[in-house]
């Protein structure tokens, strides 16, 4: 599903956040949200999902304008840094949990976690507690658990902080892996530019709560469009 972000400005209190951004994300694709501690990428993320009211603009999901809808109503997955789990309850009912909510039959909610618990590799932890599990494991319950209801989109705000360094690795094949294989529309948000050029297709730059440049990573590094791109992108963190 096609995102459309026109003129988006978001205020806390007299602070202005975002600053009159405007981004078009195609159908399918995977594109990073990159940009230093602060510059407003957590806050873009929560209006798309709808956590967050815009004060101005537009948001466009295909043709329909979801400006004003409740979060409930946009069809979005969304997955957090920390994981959020329901720590009592196990791996099954945590996925099966959305599909409970919307008093989905028995016999769908079971075939919908198989599928969804196959699709993220997790069939064997399903009667597992969160506690029990590894932070990559909990990772895949997440996003098996963001994906249930098959959303139209998939939003990941920072996923792989809490990770150490090798399930970091794993976890980002994975996570491109499940994208490509659902072809869902996919926004990451993240402050790691190794992360952003190595699972998506493109990068949209942030500063101070405007994008800056957006294209296809290979582009940015070799076309940066301002100083602070190309400051940004020679100072790995
Ligand atoms: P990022 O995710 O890029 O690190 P955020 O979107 O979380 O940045 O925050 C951008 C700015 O907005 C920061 O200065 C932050 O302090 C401020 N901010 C975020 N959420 C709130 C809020 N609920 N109330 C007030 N200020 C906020
Ligand atoms: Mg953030």
Known sequence: MRIS?????????DTTVIKDMSLEIESGEMLALLGPSGCGKSTTLFSIC?????NAGRLQFGDKDVSKRPPQERN???VFQNYALYPHMDVHANIAFPLKVRKEPRTEIERKVREIAALVHIEEL???KPSQLSGGQQQRVALARALVRKPDILLLDEPLANL???LRLEMRSEIRRIQQQTGITAVLVTHDQVEAMSMCDRIALMNKGDIVQVCKPKEMYDNPASDFVAGFLGNPP
């Not at 972000?5 to 209190?13: H, P």
């Not at 709808?50 to 815009?54: E, L």
Request: charged share 25%; hydrophobic share 40%.
């Open 76 to 78: 979005v997955g969304v």
């Open 50 to 54: 709808g956590i967050h009211r815009m």
């Open 5 to 13: 972000i026109k003129n988006f400005t978001k205020t806390f209190g």
């Open 164 to 166: 150490d360094a090798k």
């Open 126 to 128: 399903l009667q597992r």
